[in-house]
């Protein structure tokens, strides 16, 4: 256990900049947008005269849609965060396995007492939870300042913060759910994360064409089958991978839910096969159902073959 | 007294070529062994099924473990340094300190922090702004604070001046090295070693060309110099080579009559380089 965290400490160290200082700069965009925006609405020329006026205006709409209206802000804000992290835990697998071959630091880190499989698992986990968990904590982090921000503004113009938004859009719920559709994804994207830490440990050179390339052959070659069949591109233009992205389990879009209400969304609302509304039972519904098991699978057959290349890595 | 490290049969194949061919090897413990041997004689594919670090054929145990199956378990007790600087670039000395300590159950932090006293080395440094010399100091402090039974450097300090070698060898004797641990060393650079080595291993086309510890060594090799006028005679005794220098012909024997030696010309005990290169020559006659 303590060689575990270890070795989870070192993944952060090597990769600060793309787990903690990413997030961060997401954050401080955010605030410098949000500090830009209230101190320049004044001299905008539009329907509302001052921000004092939009925040009567706001007042004075009713409580259940501003209610709904926050809840989806609420949770969209979480959107950029969810992305910029794809995009990091993406290229630090495709790294994890190759950086340390190539600069050939292999020899050191081999030469501790940690087996590889220890070390393939801290690097999975990294991806798993550690990096999502950052983001998700200076998510909140900013969403907070973004709330103070705003509270000290409303109240020097005269409304409630509290009635007016802090008791409404439950910050709580939207955290909670974010969170754990990070944890779900990275359960959902595990076959994904599986391939790139494979790639990682095989690829002699430029792994991102190693990942990408296989991959973007099996679609062109599905759509290439599927129109053979049905002589249309309509029907299945995502294949598997569309419709496995789509399916995600991270909060990335928004739809029109069964109760015609408008919100955000599960992956993205292309497909069927599931219910695309931001809750618990059906971010489960994804993990435990079949096409998890086949992921399952396939990730565990990548991972396997990770661990034999890792073993060989030093041979020559 | 268990042998430290046992291989019977052990042999390296690559896809075509046989790196390690059928080696029979025992060291036993408290030794230092040079394994010496030129490029591409498979010191390297030896070192690496040692340290579990590539596969093999045959019987092969350190320590009692089997480097195959319990790399992980073998590093408790053995340490390495392959090749200079493969410290990771990234890192920050206290960081590289704090993980070893973490991971090591027998890193003295205290004793690593003393060695780097007298370096130049500091515990902000990233590995990157170090110079060569220093990665390797930083790296041997490291090496020396964890308390193993089996230490092996390939090349420890291939590329570093000479102050830095010599400082090397003498900080891994005087403040390392005692009974209880074996220390297996491969370098092109014999002659900075053999004056530490007790054993002396040659390595040739994947198989051992001399074992011996260098007390045998000094037995039974004897370099004789004559004038060219007893160059006929030193010739009839059989030597192994014959090379001329300034005018005086230099003669390696085998266990050869030393007494007799000793009426042609002046007796000398051959350096480790000098026996290398007749042996290594005699294999391909």
């Given amino acids: 256990m303590k060689r575990l965290l270890a070795l989870l400490k070192r993944e952060f160290w090597e990769n600060k900049g793309a787990f903690r200082t990413t997030p961060l700069v997401i954050s401080g965009l955010f605030l410098l947008a949000m500090l830009m925006f209230l101190i320049t609405f004044n001299h905008f020329d539009n329907e509302f005269q001052s921000l004092k006026e939009l925040l009567r205006f706001i007042a004075q709409q009713d409580t259940d849609l501003r209610d709904k209206v926050l809840y989806a802000a609420n949770m969209e804000i979480s959107v950029l965060f969810s992305t910029v992290l794809g995009f990091v835990v993406f290229f630090y697998l495709l790294g994890s396995l190759y950086d340390d071959r190539k600069d050939r630091s292999i020899l050191f880190w081999k030469s501790l007492p940690a087996s590889d499989t220890l070390t393939i698992a801290s690097k999975l986990l990294s991806a798993m939870v550690v990096a999502p968990l950052i983001f998700w904590i200076i998510y909140v982090l900013t969403h907070i300042v973004i709330m103070l921000m705003t509270s000290v503004v409303v109240m020097v113009l005269g409304e409630n913060p509290w009635t007016l938004f802090l008791s409404l859009g439950s910050p709580f719920e939207v955290w909670s759910l974010v969170l754990l559709s990070y944890f779900s994804q990275s359960i959902w994207a595990l076959p994904l994360y599986g391939w790139l830490i494979l790639v990682s440990a095989f690829a002699p050179r430029i792994p991102l064409l190693f990942a990408v390339l296989p991959p973007v052959m099996l679609g062109v070659l599905e759509l290439w089958i599927d129109f053979l069949k049905t002589f249309t591109l309509s029907d299945n233009l995502f294949g598997l991978f569309g419709h496995w992205f789509a399916n995600s389990p991270l909060i990335m879009s928004g739809d029109q839910h069964s109760n015609g209400d408008f919100g955000p969304a599960l992956g993205i609302p292309l497909t069927s096969a599931y219910d695309h509304e931001v809750t618990v039972a059906n971010m489960f519904d994804r993990l435990f159902s079949t096409d998890m098991l086949i992921g399952l699978v396939i990730a565990a057959v990548f991972l396997s073959a990770t661990l034999w290349l890792r073993r060989r890595a030093t041979e020559s | ?285």
């Fill in chain 2, 1 to 285: 007294m268990n042998n430290v490290i046992e291989a019977r049969g052990l042999t390296k194949r690559y896809r075509k070529t046989i790196a390690v061919d059928n080696i029979d090897l025992e060291i036993p413990a408290g030794r230092i062994v040079g394994l010496i041997g030129p490029n591409g004689a498979g010191k390297t594919s030896a070192l690496k099924a040692i340290l579990g670090l590539a596969t093999y054929e045959g019987h092969l145990s350190v320590l009692g473990k089997s480097p195959a199956k319990d790399r992980a378990a073998l590093m408790e007790d053995v340490c390495f340094i392959a090749d200079v600087a493969v410290l990771p670039r990234w890192i920050r000395v206290w960081q590289v300190i704090e993980l070893t300590e973490d991971i090591h159950p027998k890193f003295s932090r205290e004793k690593c922090l003393q060695y780097l006293a007298k370096t130049k080395v500091t515990l902000d440094h990233r590995v990157k702004q170090l110079s060569k010399g220093m990665v390797a100091q930083l790296h041997l402090a490291i090496v020396m604070s964890i308390d193993v039974k089996l230490l092996v450097l390939d090349e420890p300090t291939l590329g570093l001046d000479i102050l830095f070698r010599k400082e090397f060898y003498t900080n891994l004797l005087n403040d390392y090295f005692d009974e209880q641990r074996t220390i297996l060393i491969t370098t092109h650079q014999v002659e900075e070693i053999e004056h530490i080595l007790s054993d002396l291993i040659f390595i040739q086309d994947g198989r051992i060309a001399l074992s011996s510890t260098m007390d045998d060594v000094q037995q039974n090799y004897i370099e004789l110099m004559v004038t060219p006028d007893n160059a006929p005679a030193a010739r009839e005794l059989g030597p192994m080579t014959e090379r001329e220098l300034f005018g005086r012909h230099i003669f390696l024997f085998d266990c050869a009559n030393r007494a007799q030696l000793k009426e042609l010309g002046e007796v000398r005990t051959p350096s480790v380089a000098d026996l290398f290169v007749a042996i290594m020559n005699g294999g391909e006659s």
